[in-house]
């Protein structure tokens, strides 16, 4: 006979919202002050700008309409001049956006049906993007395109071309007979020129790619360094734990500043050799902050118990104790970011990082001059400020995440 007197309590538990999980909690705390969300907001912009810079300040027209001996024909400069970069730009882009969404929309499935879709999406989808920017690497080649497609629309050799909102390149200079060389802010030039004629706005915007760039492949090679070694040393211990400590403080006696000046010097400028320095040297804190969190998770109950049940070494390191250890090193990872971006600009503001003309905040602060004799403030004013806004951002958002992840926090 059923019991109706349990039906009110059964109908009232079920219009119950679903329980938040940990993370949704802790960001439901980090996201709550205003000036953190104008800094996620911002860091969020720049990433974007970082990404889509080449649909937004170009000198190539997105589609032009050229007068030929053949008649009229219609090209699309802009999608011809992209490189393979920027493709590969795109795909890991598209490849974090398929993640987040595959990861929201398996949220409110159950646990054990979500664990699996989640799992075979993420591989189903790096698999797939690995591919495609294997292909792309090898089959596309960059096209030099190097036509005034202003001087062909003022002469009628051309017609209908639609520009970018800002029609400047980053290596794009003025023809020399406008003496267009460190002009003010204009109409033309929404924040002037450089000594070579070059839009301040154009180039800053471009500069932000190499900025979001070096600071998160360097620290994606730092994170999966320390995770690893931090893992191991934190769960076997004795002589695993001596030795991995050893190598951690041998790593830390190398001065990376330095090391990348040698590099630099004996094999020249490379972007990919900064990324690469910074992340194999920038690994040693998060292996220590995970190895300390290792050493006091093994001991728990849950984690004697999966031991105990058979359960396989990846399993018990990677699905039971790394998601509880990894709180601090991705608090630690938001100040990373922030060091290896300082430290690009560092290296361009001394002449010494990314090659040119490829721009960078550093290097764009370098060409405004020296304040003793010529210098051009409208120049070093904006990636100054941007650069000093992007390193407050990760430094406010990692000091609100490790108040929002710490467990004396929570009611």
Known sequence: MTNLTAMPELSASAALPPPRGYWAVAMRKLLRPLLVKLCV???????????????????KPYIISLHTAHGLVTR?????????????????AGMLIA??????????????????????SALTCISATVIAGVLVASLHHNQFDGTNYRHLMKSGRATGAIFAPIPWGYAQMEPLGRQAVNE?????????TDRSGRDVL???LWASRVAMGIGFVSQFIALSLGIIVGALMGYFSGVCDILGMRIVEMVEAIPTFFLILTFIAVFGRSTLMIMIILGVTGWTGYARFLRAEFLRIRQLDYIVAARASGAPLHSVLFRHMLPNGLTPVLVSASFGLAGAVT????LSYLGIGVRPPTPSWGG?????????TVFHWFQALPPGFVLFLTVLAFNLVGE????AIDPRSFS
């Open 41 to 59: 907001l911002y860091i969020a912009a720049v990433l974007v700008i970082s990404v889509l810079v080449p649909f937004i300040a170009t000198g």
């Open 76 to 92: 699309y400069p802009l999608f011809a001049d992209l490189t393979t970069r920027d493709y590969l730009t795109f795909l890991t």
């Open 99 to 120: 993640l987040a969404a595959i990861w929201r929309l398996t949220a409110r499935v159950d646990l054990l049906r979500r664990r699996k879709l989640r799992w075979v």
């Open 184 to 192: 003010m802010p204009s109409w033309r030039h929404w924040l002037g």
């Open 202 to 204: 154009s180039r800053m």
């Open 343 to 346: 430290i690009e600009s560092s």
């Open 364 to 372: 764009m602060l370098n060409a405004a001059g020296n304040p003793a």
């Open 400 to 403: 609100a995440l490790r108040d």
